[in-house]
Structures are given as structure tokens and as C-alpha cells.
């Protein structure tokens, strides 16, 4: 691949149709670290975090109304529901003619599914959850992908798709359905090009991470309310789940050093970190009712009191403060550093990053405080990142914000997407576990994979024939780099359709 | 020596088609007539589906691909349908089918691309016209008579247009079609990670094409077709799309599973069409034909002139309409194709101006605004 495509494809998201391409890659890629619109109007018009809060808060009220057995079956939402059920069959992913093309994807992908995972629950429950899907998980997959689709830095975007993944949370456990996205758009875009540890602070203070890492119900056994709930002969109790997914995937990585004290430490750092506005019981209201619904709380009542020792180092701060102190100095943890280069060079350079870049990003993270462009801009000069061998091969999401780029897409349903992507194996916000989605070829180039990529290219170049013509998009999305036997296969094709869908099937579109 | 021009009919009328002058067919009543138009995109071989099997060059030409016109419907002693097309014999049988050989469009070259653009535009060249010539004739029609659906995701060129048209498809079509498979497959050939995920894939999974699987799919197109188009309140006006023509290897097997697709797409849309399909024409047609001789992978390379077809209650049948060239080395079109001698645009002109009982010179210009007056074939469709 020439420098051009490099930047369209490995950097950015896939050229279109009607973008030209770079004429200076290096710099077209750096301005974007200034253009950036952490807002853009597609984000900005989807559900506010205190509407999808308010739902969720109203729905608990429904069913602590209930009583006995009939919210215990209601609470099935807030445990996982597992297990991520298989993408539809080959058949049913076929063409839809006929219908729009969105609604048979969302049958076959979005509601479908959805309606096939919540067939056990209660009324109450499902109609919940086909109201957090429809009103807001889907209306915030339409806006990340209109932003993907339409945005002026397709690499900052790639970025932020990068970091959502870094921090997943999963749509598999329904009570975050509606807030998934907002965990991307509100604590993920905003701090992109920022510091990594203002990121993870915003993050960790997300309601999507402290309801889906069980953190929000986490109380310290010697808190005020603890102590009360145990008089009362109520078990609750401290939750490890954030604390050990911190250290473990968005910090300091898997068996970088840390023990099972340590997590259990960093637990009760963390007790008190929780979600506004969701219950209103008398506990939940020491422990933090009656603010706005969906906002983050710090609740005293429910922190465990005293000083601690995480990693060799006492924290004695107050509150809230203990685990900010906490979290500062797993930012600026060498092993931080070193995590996160490794999964930056595996995303832009091979599944396997050679150890020199590795290196040299890791002493730019350090050596800036964490300043995620200073990381981006090492990666930008990387000789490695700019191989005109073809190392990463597309995840599913990749390909498709690629292939609706090229047919010049500029918006799509989010059923649409929701069901494609269901289709191709990499639901959005659904990676059905906290390390997210694998970003290696292993994971995503498959026979069966390959079938139903090649049946969704030809999906959506039927529904862009006569658009957009192959022969002459090609060398637009491939400046100098399409190689002669694709160029032959489209000039060969036997339709416009066909030879659009060949180019989107093609070993270069599939790879970046 | 047989004179070059002649019908071959059921009937053994052998006359000059060309010069016969019956009477123009009288408008029926305003409502009840269809058209349906099926496009073979990828240039259909012309030369294997109404074989000239009694053209003296035409086994030499097409070595094992004569077996499968000899074991073909013969009509009359020159030409033989492909055994695939059993039902379109059977039509052929009722007078319900006419059949016209070395015919092409305007274009002369080889791209699929642009052919099918004139083919659709019925403009002289490709990318000439924007709107389809289908959506032309919806202008021409009287109210009730100008709603027109497409039997595919999107509206073709055909029928894109100022008229407003639908479009509709089964929810359940076939996954990718076997031709897209195939290709996607030699592009994979020499990539080292992709090709062996791709044998595998190929192997685990059962192939069907949108006109191959033993003609369910085109059975069930069919089907669909006809409740679209059924009925007081149906559509008029219908295009349907198949693709998979462009045999350029492996062709006895491939062409013979298109052609069986095709069949049971025109038998099921007969079934469903019910009373209604005495007032249909169907055209079937190609954007142009394939070489006279086959080439070195069992297959034939993009030609020039082919076959197409009326079918349909309404149609004057049980003919072949040729103006046969001769496959003889020096009467192929630039030494290697069969030479058009018929033009599709006039086929159509004719055809729907009879049809609808509209005025040639009026259809032709209005659908095929720069081809030249197209000169008269009567008799196509019944009087």
C-alpha cells in the first residue's frame, strides 16, 4: 500500500467517494489530533444519559413494587444474561429485497436477537428492555456510526473506537443497554485526546462501568450502611468486579504484578463509587438517592473507612479521594504504559507488535504524563506503521464502516447496523465480556466469517449500484495500492452490483 | 440453400416475417394487460439456449456443447431449445412463446457494466440517458396501467425514472449467488491466509445461486412475481433481475442450472399469474451474447449477439424470429461472435406498441429516443 492508502485505511476508516484523498498523509493525520469534534451533531442528538437513567430508575421502582418471586425473575436483567447468543444462521443473513434492507437486517440481527434473550423474563422486563434497545441502544449505534461515517477525523474516530473497546461494557447485561453508548460518547470522546488517566477517571465514574462491573451495589462491610445491614441480618457486601477488571484490563494488565490482596484492597478503595437517582429506599437513600438519575455519586455511607495498601503504597486519603489517588498512580504506572502501547501498535501495525515500537510509544506515554497525542504522534513517525504490507485484517465493525464508506454512505438506520453487525459476529457494545473485542486476525478471519462477508458486500452493493461505479472508486479508495488481480475482477464482473461487491469482498478491502 | 430469413413456426408457416403486414392488435380494455421485463445480467450465450443446431458450423464451433442441443427440444429442423428450458418448450408448444435469434442492443463492445447501462437506458451508448426506458413507458400508459414494481432490493436503471416505482423481494433470497462465490474465489486464489479459509467454506457449504438450486429460487422469484402482478389491484409493469450468465468457464453445468432457474421462474409466474397471464408479454433478454466458439476453460468469452424471448398469453408464439447470419467464419461479427441482425430496440418498440396499442413511431422515440425509426415486425402479439 502507498503512504495515501495507508492513511485512509490503516489510520482512517476507509476512504469515500467523495473525499479526496491526502495529499500529505503524515500531515493529514496530525491536523486531525487538532480537528477532532469530540460533539458532533450525530452525538450530540442522542438520548441524554438522564433519560435512559430515568427509565432504568422507574423500572426498579416497578419492581421493587412487585415483591416475592415476580422481581426476583424481573431482576434477571441486572445479572449477565449469558450466554451471547450465536450470530444468525447463514440463511437468514441472506439478502432482503423487498424490505428496506434496515428493517430485514434488524429482524435478523437486533430485535430478533433481543427478543430470543429476554423470551424468559416478565412483561415488565421485556417491555423495558425493548425500550432501552429500541429508544436508546439503537439510536446511539446510529450515532456512532453516522460520526464514523460522516466524521472530518476518521482517525481520532478510529481512536475513540479503539478506547470504547479498551473500556468495554456489554449490552449482554441489559440493564446497561441504553447506557452502553453513552459510556463512548460521554467519557471516551470527550478525553481522546487528552490524558489517559482523565479517561479513566471519567470512565470509572461512568453509570454503564459501575452497573456493568457490579460497582454501584459494592459496600464496605464497616461502613455506616454496612454496619446497619448487618444489624438488620441483610447481606451485602464489597463487589471485586471493577477493581480486578482495572488492574487487569485497563491498567496495568494480566499478570503484571499485582496479587488477590491487592484487588481485594482496591475494592474497598472503590466502595462508595456509585450511581444516583436508581433507587429510592431508605439505604438507597444514604447511600445515594434523590440526585439526578444516572449521575455519579460518591457515597460515604457505603465507603469502607480506613487507609490502605494497594501495591506496596498506603492510601490514606478521605473518600472519594482514596481512589482518585489510587487510580492517578495506575496511570502513570510503567506496567499502564507498556499495556497500552502494546495494544496500540497490535491495533495500527501487527497482531504480533514488533518490541522496538512498543518501547518507544510506552516512553512516550511516560514520558508525557500520559498525554494521548504525544502517544498518537510517535505512531504517526512510526517507520512500522507505515509498511506497505498488509499485516491487520478488518474486524467486522472495521469492514463495514469501511464498505458504507466507499459506497458513500452517509447515514444508516441503527437497526441497520445493529444487524449487520450482529450478522458479521461483533454486535456493538455486545463483546459479551469486559476485555472487549479481540483485535487480532485470528479471531475474525474464519471460513464462515469470510461467507458472510462476502454476502454482506454483495447486500450493500446492491443497494448502491448505479451510485457508484467499482472501476472508478477503486483507485479513489486504493490510490496507487489496488493490486491487478482485484483491478481484473472488477473490470471482469458482470454488473455494476457485482463488481462493487467484488471490491468490497476483495483482499484489500478485507485488510488495512 | 433455405432463404436466410424465415419464421419457424408450429405451424410451418415459413414466410417472410419481416414483410408480413397483419393488422396492428386493437387496444383491449385499459387495465388488465402486464409487462414484465427479466434481465439475464452477464450476457447470456444465445448460441446454447436456442442452439442453431442446424447451421453447419455450429457443432465445430461448440464441441460437447452441441450433446446438450441435441438432446434439446427441436423446433423445426434448424434450431433446439436447451433441455433446460422444458416449460418454455411447453409454451413454445402452445403458441405462447416466441423466440428471436441474433439479436443485440446498440452497443458493440464487451463490458458488462456499460452494456447493461444501454440495455436499461435504451439510450445508443452507455451513460448517454439517466432515466430507464421502462420508466419511459409508463408515460405512455394510461393511468390505471402505469404502476410498476422491481422484483430486487432497489429500483434498476430501467426503471428509475420521473414515474414513481416500487420496489420489492423476498425476505428470504438466496445468500450471496454462486457466480459472486465463484469469482470471489479466484480472487482469493493467491492469498495465502484467505484462500485456504475460503476452500473451506466453500466445501462446508452447500452453494445456491440466485437462479441454480434446482430452480427453487427462480421458482419462488416466480411465484413472488406473480402475486405482485396478480389480480385487479396488481402492478402493471414488473422488472425481475437474474444474474449468473457470465460463463466464462465451467459452462454445460452452470448455464444448464441457469436456464433450469429461468424455466421455473416463467412456468411458476404462469401458475401464479392465473387469467392474467393472457394478457401478458414477458421479454427476456440479455445486455449481449457470448463467442461463437468456446474457449479454453469449458466456457465462452463476451460477445455480441443472443437470443431473447417473448413469452406470455399475449404473445403471437410457437415461432422463431431470425434473420439467421450464419456462423460460417467469415459471417461472425469481427471473426469471432454471432452477427446481430435483429435490434432489441425494435423487438420492444414493436412488441409494446402492439401490446398496448400504441403507435411504433410514437413508443420508439419516446423509449429509445436515439435510435433510428425502428421498421415494423407485426404479428407479435395477438390480435
Known amino acids: 500500500m502507498t503512504a495515501q492508502s495507508i492513511a485512509l485505511n490503516r489510520f482512517g476508516l476507509g476512504g469515500r467517494p467523495d473525499e479526496a484523498a491526502p495529499a500529505d498523509p503524515k500531515a493529514w493525520l496530525d491536523a486531525q489530533l487538532r480537528s477532532f469534534e469530540p460533539r458532533p451533531a450525530a452525538i450530540a442528538a442522542a438520548p441524554s444519559r438522564q433519560e435512559v437513567a430515568q427509565q432504568l430508575a422507574d423500572y426498579f421502582e416497578e419492581i421493587r413494587g412487585m415483591g416475592g418471586p415476580a422481581a426476583r425473575r424481573a431482576q434477571a436483567i441486572v445479572p449477565e444474561a449469558r450466554p451471547r447468543p450465536q450470530p444468525a444462521a447463514m440463511t437468514s443473513m441472506a439478502p432482503m429485497p423487498g424490505q428496506e434492507p434496515a428493517q430485514a437486517m434488524a429482524q435478523m440481527g437486533g430485535e430478533k436477537a433481543l427478543n430470543e434473550r429476554i423470551a424468559g423474563l416478565p412483561q415488565s422486563a421485556q417491555q423495558f428492555i425493548r425500550k432501552a434497545g429500541r429508544d436508546y441502544y439503537l439510536t446511539s449505534v446510529a450515532a456512532r456510526t453516522d460520526a464514523a461515517l460522516t466524521a472530518p477525523a476518521p482517525f481520532v474516530e478510529r481512536l475513540v473506537h479503539f478506547w470504547a473497546n479498551h473500556f468495554a461494557v456489554s449490552a449482554d447485561k441489559l440493564v446497561v443497554i441504553g447506557l452502553a453508548g453513552l459510556l463512548e460518547f460521554e467519557a471516551v470522546r470527550p478525553n481522546v485526546l487528552g490524558r489517559f488517566e482523565d479517561m479513566l477517571l471519567a470512565v470509572e465514574q461512568h453509570p454503564a462501568m459501575l452497573l456493568y462491573l457490579d460497582q454501584a451495589q459494592s459496600v464496605g462491610p464497616d461502613s455506616r450502611l454496612g454496619g446497619l445491614a448487618a444489624m438488620r441480618g441483610r447481606k451485602v457486601g464489597l463487589n471485586e468486579n471493577l477493581a480486578r477488571e482495572i488492574l487487569e484490563l485497563h491498567t496495568l494488565g494480566v499478570r503484571s504484578g499485582y496479587s488477590q490482596a491487592d484487588v481485594t484492597e482496591f475494592a474497598r478503595v472503590l466502595t462508595g463509587w456509585t450511581v444516583d437517582g436508581l433507587g429510592r429506599g431508605p439505604g438507597a437513600r444514604l447511600a445515594g438517592g434523590g440526585g439526578a438519575p444516572g449521575a455519579f455519586r460518591f457515597a460515604e455511607a457505603i465507603h469502607q473507612p480506613g487507609a490502605r495498601n494497594i501495591l506496596g503504597k498506603s492510601y490514606d486519603q478521605p473518600g472519594i479521594e482514596q481512589a482518585k489517588a489510587v487510580l492517578h498512580d495506575l496511570a502513570a504506572s510503567p506496567a499502564t504504559a507498556r499495556h497500552l502501547a502494546t495494544k496500540l501498535a497490535r491495533h495500527f501495525v501487527a497482531d504480533d507488535p514488533p518490541s522496538a515500537l512498543v518501547d518507544r510509544l510506552s516512553a512516550a506515554y511516560l514520558r508525557s504524563g500520559g498525554d494521548l497525542p504525544a502517544v498518537y504522534r510517535v505512531l504517526i513517525d512510526a517507520p512500522e506503521a507505515w509498511n506497505p504490507a498488509i499485516a491487520k485484517f478488518r474486524t467486522p465493525w472495521d469492514w463495514s464502516v469501511a464498505a458504507l464508506r466507499a459506497v458513500g454512505t452517509r447515514q444508516l438506520q441503527g437497526q441497520a447496523v445493529a444487524g449487520l453487525m450482529t450478522q458479521l459476529g461483533q454486535p456493538v457494545w455486545r463483546p459479551g465480556s469486559p476485555a472487549g473485542y479481540d483485535d487480532i486476525a485470528a479471531s475474525w478471519a474464519g471460513p464462515d466469517a469470510l461467507v458472510r462477508r462476502v454476502e454482506a458486500a454483495e447486500r450493500i452493493a446492491s443497494r448502491a449500484a448505479g451510485m457508484v461505479d467499482a472501476r472508478t472508486l477503486a483507485p479513489k479508495i486504493f490510490p496507487d495500492s489496488l493490486s491487478p488481480a482485484t483491478a481484473l475482477a472488477l473490470a471482469r464482473a458482470e454488473s455494476p452490483s457485482q463488481g462493487l461487491a467484488l471490491l468490497l469482498a476483495s483482499p484489500e478491502f478485507l485488510r488495512r | ?383
Open chain 2, 1 to 383: 440453400m433455405f432463404d436466410r430469413r424465415f419464421f419457424l413456426g408450429s405451424a410451418g408457416a415459413a414466410g417472410s416475417l419481416l414483410l408480413a403486414c397483419p393488422s396492428v392488435a386493437l387496444a383491449k380494455a385499459a387495465t388488465d394487460r402486464r409487462f414484465v421485463f427479466i434481465i439475464q445480467r452477464g450476457a447470456a450465450d444465445g448460441l446454447a439456449t436456442l442452439a442453431p443446431v442446424g447451421d453447419a458450423a455450429f457443432a465445430g464451433l461448440r464441441g460437447a456443447f452441441a450433446e446438450d442441443a441435441q438432446s434439446g427440444t427441436k423446433l423445426g429442423s434448424f434450431f433446439a431449445l436447451h433441455p433446460a428450458l422444458a416449460e418454455t418448450a411447453k409454451l413454445y408448444g402452445a403458441g405462447e412463446a416466441l423466440l428471436v435469434h441474433a439479436i443485440a442492443s446498440p452497443y458493440r463492445d464487451r463490458s458488462h457494466f456499460d452494456g447493461q447501462n444501454v440495455l436499461e437506458t435504451g439510450a445508443a451508448g452507455a451513460y448517454r440517458l439517466k432515466d430507464g426506458w421502462m420508466n419511459r413507458l409508463l408515460g405512455l400508459l394510461p393511468q390505471g396501467e402505469a404502476k410498476a414494481i422491481a422484483v430486487s432490493a432497489t429500483v434498476p436503471v430501467a426503471l428509475r425514472g420521473p414515474h414513481d416505482v416500487s420496489s420489492y423481494a423476498p425476505s428470504v433470497l438466496p445468500s450471496a449467488s454462486d457466480d459472486l462465490l465463484a469469482r470471489v474465489g479466484d480472487l482469493y486464489a493467491r492469498d495465502a491466509q484467505l484462500s485456504p479459509l475460503w476452500s473451506e467454506a466453500m466445501a462446508t457449504r452447500k452453494l445456491t445461486g440466485d437462479l441454480s438450486g434446482g430452480g427453487q429460487n427462480g421458482a419462488a422469484t416466480g411465484a413472488l412475481a406473480a402475486r405482485l402482478l396478480a389480480g385487479d389491484n396488481g402492478e402493471r409493469v414488473a422488472f425481475i433481475e437474474t444474474g449468473g450468465w457470465d460463463t466464462h468457464s465451467g459452462q454445460r453445468g452452470r448455464l444448464a442450472a441457469q436456464l433450469k432457474g429461468l424455466d421455473a421462474l416463467v412456468a411458476s409466474l404462469k401458475a401464479g399469474l392465473g387469467a392474467d397471464w393472457s394478457n401478458t408479454l414477458v421479454l427476456v433478454a440479455t445486455e449481449f451474447g457470448r463467442t461463437a466458439a468456446i474457449n479454453g476453460t469449458g466456457g465462452t468469452d463476451h460477445g455480441t449477439a443472443s437470443a431473447a424471448m417473448l413469452l406470455g398469453g399475449a404473445v403471437k408464439g410457437g415461432r422463431v424470429l431470425a434473420d439467421w447470419p450464419g456462423l460460417a467464419p467469415a459471417a461472425l461479427y469481427e471473426n469471432r461472435d454471432l452477427r446481430p441482425t435483429l435490434d432489441l430496440d425494435a423487438l420492444i418498440a414493436n412488441a409494446l406498441a402492439q401490446h398496448y396499442g400504441l403507435d411504433l413511431a410514437r413508443i420508439a422515440a419516446t423509449l429509445f429516443p436515439e435510435g433510428q425509426r425502428p421498421r415494423p415486425i407485426d404479428g407479435l402479439i395477438r390480435a
